[in-house]
């Protein structure tokens, strides 16, 4: 069938509302995650949610993003900093998966 264009207003139902936020907030996240990776940008993306929770993405980090902007001399970038990827990889990993899968009959 192909996409189909999405006529641009205010979503009324709640949980579509919700759906189509998490959506949106993980793609721009993974587009400026993408523009820090491939071009070496600092950057720091700030979205609220329609219930007010803020979501934050920066990189190298928030504070060394804040301090560039509102400095007058070039801040030095903080001492490795782990990526957000890293940030990633380690909140999924202290989440609970379930048990062990195995794959080929070997544990």
Request: aromatic fraction near 8%; charged fraction near 25%; proline fraction near 10%.
């Amino acid at each position: 069938m192909g996409r189909r264009k999405v006529e641009m207003k205010k979503i009324e139902k709640d949980k579509a509302l919700q759906v189509c936020f998490s959506k949106r907030k993980q793609g721009v996240f993974k587009k400026a995650s993408e523009l820090s990776l491939l071009c070496g940008a600092h950057v720091a993306v700030i979205i609220f949610s329609p219930g007010g929770k803020p979501y934050v993405y920066a990189q190298p980090s928030l504070d060394y993003v804040i301090n560039t902007i509102t400095s007058s001399s070039n801040p030095t970038p903080p001492p490795s900093l782990p990526t957000h990827q890293q940030w990633r990889i380690d909140d999924l990993n202290r989440e609970p998966c379930g048990p062990p899968r195995t794959f080929g009959g070997r544990a």
